[in-house]
């Protein structure tokens, strides 16, 4: 989970491969009307994310050993989706500065979320204690990126 551009679907890929469980984006469940909004500019609201969020959950609730990766930027979203995983769900929050993520979705091509996105993304953004979310920094290279989330989940899971 996090703001658009921080690391989701790469931090997840990598992390799907290197311990054999499938990954699924959260943005190929936006309905289509979500992506338009967001391709020209416009914020979602909670209205337009409720749905996306049951699928989101609902796809948990089918594969509790799915990877998934979903903005969840509020305690009500992430809230909701453990409601409807109807299981376990270990958030991972992968935190950054605005100045970090800004630079990386400037230099990211062909993905339909605007930069200028990005501050309506922070305002929203309702950041998990760390009780409800390991939550690591995402400037560092990937692979150590992927090697503390798999210690710290190791760690509370065993
Ligand atoms: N640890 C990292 N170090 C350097 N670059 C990174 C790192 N993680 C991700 N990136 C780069 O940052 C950009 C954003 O990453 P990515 O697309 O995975 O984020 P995202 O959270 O899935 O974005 P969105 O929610 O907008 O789809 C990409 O160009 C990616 O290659
Ligand atoms: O909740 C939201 O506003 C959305 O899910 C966004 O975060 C994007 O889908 C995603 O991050 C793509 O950039």
């Not at 990598?14 to 914020?43: C, F, S, W």
Request: aromatic fraction near 4%; charge should be negative.
């Amino acid at each position: 989970m996090g703001v658009a551009g921080c690391g989701k679907t790469s931090v997840g890929e990598e992390m799907a491969q290197r311990v054999g469980r499938p990954y699924l984006d959260g943005d190929e469940l936006h309905p289509t009307a979500n992506v338009e909004k967001m391709r020209q500019g416009i914020a979602l609201t909670d209205a337009d994310r409720w749905p996306w969020l049951d699928l989101v959950a609902a796809e948990l609730a089918r594969d509790g050993a799915l990877i998934i990766g979903c903005s969840a930027l509020k305690r009500a979203y992430r809230d909701r989706i453990r409601a409807g995983a109807g299981g376990p769900v270990t958030f991972v929050h992968l935190e950054g500065s605005r100045d970090l993520i800004a630079a990386r979705m400037a230099e990211r091509a062909g993905h339909y979320m605007p930069l200028s996105l990005l501050d309506s993304q922070f305002a929203a953004l309702e950041p998990p204690s760390a009780d409800e979310a390991i939550s690591v920094n995402i400037d560092q290279p990937l692979n150590a990126l992927v090697s503390r989330i798999l210690a710290e989940l190791e760690r509370r899971t065993g």
